[in-house]
């Protein structure tokens, strides 16, 4: 089958490789479409940490957004399963330890990570092998688009839940890449007041036009009440100044990562009485972005800048985007073409 392959530093291709089979327990995807994220982009430009503390090494075969179709199954996996779209986890746990068994798989610490951790293959190929475990089945109403999108929106919607929001509350979002705009999403739904924070002339109009008319720079950010501040950018500075700006007594999540250590003064996390919650994966919100998916409550296709056939993924994940691209954050890969 058809791979793309990581060999080195902006250096990759796609290959002929052997495709998987179906061992106990797993099933095999036929990969229809993957979404491209910032994890992707740092293992492409060799920045990823899990690269350098040896969590992972080329050749890498990425690809953790994405959905398929079920084309066969191992030992002791229902037959049933064979035909369905789906998506899955990212998160594959052990399953025997006790992060595991309470249900904390996604920090498991002998996990592997569809197509990060652990040199598990991705799905930025034809197909994919992974547990039937993992496997969440998509209904007609999400379509292909919304599917690949289930991963990042599993994500945003675990921040929105950490946040604690109720109807009215105010949030600010730092960041309007794509996690930051889909949690805006989210937190919309539940009937919040969504502000946004980010420095981009060109994600605050591409955020405006999705109708959050309350987008800010540093410059303009108005002083308020923040019921909880979402830090779903990649800047040092911001984990800090989210401690600062959040209200007494209220919640700050973070689940951006920046490319060096930030620094946050306790002190004051304790002396505001402020809770910090902390978003690794999507693993306990895939669900619920399904559900809000299908309902039709959360449509973040607009997100998809473009979607490119297998052939063009380098391209993608260096930050080209093909002639006629929307403005949104996201590209996907079509593995059919």
């Known amino acids: 089958m058809r791979a793309f392959v ?63 179709r079920v084309s066969s199954v191992g030992a002791g996996v229902d037959p049933a399963w064979i035909g369905r779209r789906v998506t899955g ?3 594959l746990g052990c399953r025997s330890c006790s992060r595991c068994i309470d249900g904390r798989q996604h920090v498991c610490a002998d996990r592997t990570e569809l197509g990060i951790r652990g040199g598990r293959p991705g799905a930025l190929a034809e197909q994919v092998a992974i547990p039937v475990t993992a496997l969440l089945p998509l209904p007609d109403a999400v379509d292909d688009a919304l599917g690949a999108l289930v991963e990042p929106g599993g994500n945003a919607l675990r921040a929105v839940r950490g946040a604690a929001l109720r109807r009215g509350d105010r949030v600010l979002v730092m960041g309007a ?35 959050f008319d309350s987008v800010w720079t540093d410059a303009d950010l108005p002083v308020l009440a923040w019921d909880a501040v979402i830090d779903a950018s ?14 007494p007594g209220k919640r700050v999540v973070f689940v951006g990562l920046a490319g060096a250590p930030s620094e946050v003064d306790t002190r004051m996390i304790a002396l505001k009485d402020v809770t910090a919650v902390g978003v690794l994966s999507a693993s306990g919100g895939l669900e619920g972005a399904i559900a809000a998916y299908a309902s039709g409550l959360v449509d973040p296709r607009p997100l998809v ?24 954050p996201k590209m996907h890969i079509d593995v059919s073409r």
């Not at 080195?8 to 990969?31: F, K, L, Y």
């Not at 994220?37 to 953790?64: K, V, W």
């Not at 739904?189 to 109708?211: K, Q, Y």
């Not at 990649?234 to 209200?247: G, M, W």
């Open 6 to 68: 990581i060999t080195s530093p902006h250096q990759a291709c796609v290959e002929e490789v052997e495709a998987p089979r179906a061992t106990a327990g797993e099933v095999v995807v036929d990969v229809l479409r993957a979404g491209v994220c910032g994890t992707d982009m740092e293992f492409f430009s060799g920045h990823m940490q899990y690269l350098h503390d040896g969590n992972a090494e080329f050749p890498l075969r990425i690809g953790h957004e994405w959905m398929g």
């Open 89 to 91: 986890d990212t998160m």
């Open 305 to 328: 800048a473009a979607t490119v056939p297998l052939a063009d993924a380098a391209s993608a994940l260096a930050g080209e985007r093909p002639e006629g691209s929307g403005a949104g």
């Open 234 to 247: 990649t800047a040092e500075s911001l984990p800090a100044r989210a401690v600062d700006l959040v209200e």
């Open 177 to 211: 890449g794509t996690i930051g705009l889909l949690a805006a999403m989210f937190a919309r739904a539940d009937g919040a007041e969504v502000h946004l924070l980010e420095r981009s002339a060109r994600a605050i109009a591409f955020a405006r036009s999705l109708g």
